[in-house]
């Protein structure tokens, strides 16, 4: 089995697709059908189906990923360590969130800019089960997470912090200066991000302990949600460091409820992966700045 055509076999199982591999591989179509055609030749075995415009792995196809997964990381390890390239380079394809990329990452993104410039991050902003499937899959490389629980099938991940959540309203909303209830909370408005949120979904099952449905105004993004509230629109759950600093200038008030659940910010990868070089990098790098952030 040639390497090249492992590579071509990975890349059209991991994205399902013979023209995005193309595209994403550098090569047209014909010779990424050609790959893939020598390669099941090989082995004496198809490596997918077709049916009509789409593609689905056989069961052979299911063995061989894996192996193929596995003799890649270690051909690009072999050559990073016959090459002794001292300098960290390669492309790293990483999962996060609008949180996480405002007000956690900057000073991870600054430190690879100015001390490591080969290494190439390309993030792309998804949350929840979206990041870690595509873990799995192997579109992503690196996925930040920020959850209640910290052990994934499939995955494996380092809890990087503690990330504290704040309820919020904007000043002289009734609920604020006293303790509050969670069955104060249930009357709302409620302001939200999108489903999906670990924090936005832990908090509407709480509330619907209650034994009564409970409707949220979705904006979307954090800071829609963040303007919405400090306008007067209702109460929104979120996490500390993304509102911060509107606590600090008084546009947004905290109020006196302690959510019953714990997150933590975690990066994971796929189980069984090798990281290489530039990934053990960036996680590496990733607890301690993380961890300085307090």
Not at 40 to 46: N, V, Y
Not at 149 to 160: D, F, N
Not at 280 to 286: I, K, M, S, T
Request: glycine share 8%; net charge negative.
């Amino acid at each position: 089995m040639e390497l090249r055509l492992l590579v071509t076999f990975e890349k059209v199982a991991t994205v399902l697709s013979f023209t995005r591999a193309a595209s994403e591989l550098g090569y047209a179509q014909s010779s990424v059908t050609s790959h893939v055609r020598s390669l099941e030749s090989s082995l004496g075995t198809e490596l997918f189906d077709r049916l009509g415009g789409h593609i689905r792995l056989t069961e052979a196809g299911e063995r061989l990923l894996p192996y193929a997964r596995q003799i890649i990381e270690l051909a690009e390890e072999a050559r990073a360590a016959v090459t002794g390239a001292e300098e960290p380079s390669g492309t790293l394809v990483v999962g996060t969130m609008e949180s996480l990329t405002n007000h956690r990452l900057p000073p991870l993104l600054e430190y690879f800019h100015h001390r490591h410039p080969k290494v190439r991050l390309s993030l792309r902003t998804t949350i929840g089960d979206e990041t870690r499937q595509a873990l799995r899959q192997g579109t992503y490389d690196l996925g930040f997470l920020m959850e209640e629980e910290t052990g994934h099938p499939g995955l494996e991940s380092v809890a990087l912090a503690v990330e504290p959540l704040a309820l919020v309203a904007a000043p002289g909303h009734p609920l604020a200066g006293g303790p509050v209830a969670l069955a104060d909370l249930a009357a709302g408005p409620l302001l939200a991000t999108e489903p999906g949120c670990a924090y936005r979904d832990l908090f509407e099952r709480e509330l619907n302990s209650l034994g009564a449905p409970v409707a949220f105004m979705e904006f979307g993004t954090i800071e829609a949600t963040k303007r919405a509230a400090a306008a007067g629109l209702g109460i929104s759950l979120l996490p500390e460091v993304t509102v911060a600093a509107e606590l600090a200038e008084g546009t947004l008030v905290r109020l006196d409820w302690q959510p019953p659940f714990t997150l933590r910010t975690q990066l994971a990868w796929r189980s069984g992966k090798r990281l290489p070089a530039h990934a053990r990098l960036f996680v590496e790098q990733a607890r301690r700045l993380v961890a300085e952030q307090g």
